[in-house]
């Protein structure tokens, strides 16, 4: 077992510019999630897919946030233009469908935006 | 508004020594409770999770208790060891999908 796979693990860019960061979720899993964590606000959930389909995306910011999961091994986040207040961890979670399953979660993108 | 504290916010301790972190929470209605461990650089990873009817549960040298009657939970850590330095994060579980994060104690664990 792989665990959720995240890629990058570090990402530095510019005000304006497109980031993506993207994740694996552990095979067989029915439930991805995207999180963002900070210092201030700890984690905070931004968007959740079941069987691939958006469930709630009331977490995501703002129309500069898109996530989408086109096959259920693979999900990106999109931040299209990126600014510096979205500098922060992001972190990919899988569970599968059982009311008492752990999240398991990758180890993150730390996304510096100066 | 669901809510989830925790306490302290950081905690020091020599290695060998027990600590115990605290959760009290607010949402309703209330399906489990959780607690992750944090290393710095990592994702969080479950430790435990306890439903409305277990009041006390054990992950080798970690023990959560939940008392849902006060919505209080807390994490004891027997005989700390250096890896035991790391953020510790509440998190509860209420009907539904929904899960509400705690801040997190960062503990931290001195030789």
């Known amino acids: 077992d792989a665990g959720v796979i995240q890629s990058p693990r570090h990402e530095v860019t510019e005000m304006g510019q497109e980031v993506t960061l993207r994740c694996k979720p552990i095979?067989?899993?029915?439930?991805l999630f995207w999180y963002r964590q900070t210092m201030m606000r700890g984690l905070e959930l931004l968007i959740y897919?079941?069987?691939?389909?958006?469930?709630?995306d009331s977490g995501m910011p703002e129309d500069r946030f898109s996530a989408k999961m086109p096959n259920a091994s693979f999900s990106t986040l999109k931040i299209q233009p990126s600014e510096p207040r979205d500098s922060a961890v992001y972190f990919c979670?899988?569970?599968?469908?059982?009311?008492?399953?752990?999240?398991?979660f990758g180890n993150g993108t730390r996304l510096t935006v100066t | 508004k669901n809510q989830v504290e925790q306490s302290p916010q950081s905690l020091i301790i020599l290695e060998g020594k027990n600590c115990t972190l605290q959760c009290n929470y607010t949402v309703s209605p209330f399906s489990n409770l959780r607690w992750y461990k944090q290393d710095t650089g990592r994702g969080p990873v479950s430790l435990t999770i306890?439903?409305?009817?277990?009041n006390t549960k054990s992950n080798g040298r970690y023990t959560a208790t939940l008392d849902a009657d006060t919505k209080q939970s807390s994490l004891h850590i027997t005989a700390s060891q250096l890896s035991d330095s790391a953020s510790y994060i509440c998190?509860?579980?209420?009907?539904?999908?929904?899960?509400?994060f705690g801040t997190g104690t960062r503990l931290a664990v001195r030789p």
């Open positions: 998190v509860v579980k209420s009907s539904g999908d929904k899960l509400t």
């Open positions: 095979s067989g899993h029915d439930y």
């Open positions: 979670a899988s569970s599968p469908d059982r009311p008492s399953s752990p999240l398991h």
């Open positions: 897919f079941n069987n691939n389909v958006p469930i709630d």
């Open positions: 306890m439903t409305f009817s277990e």
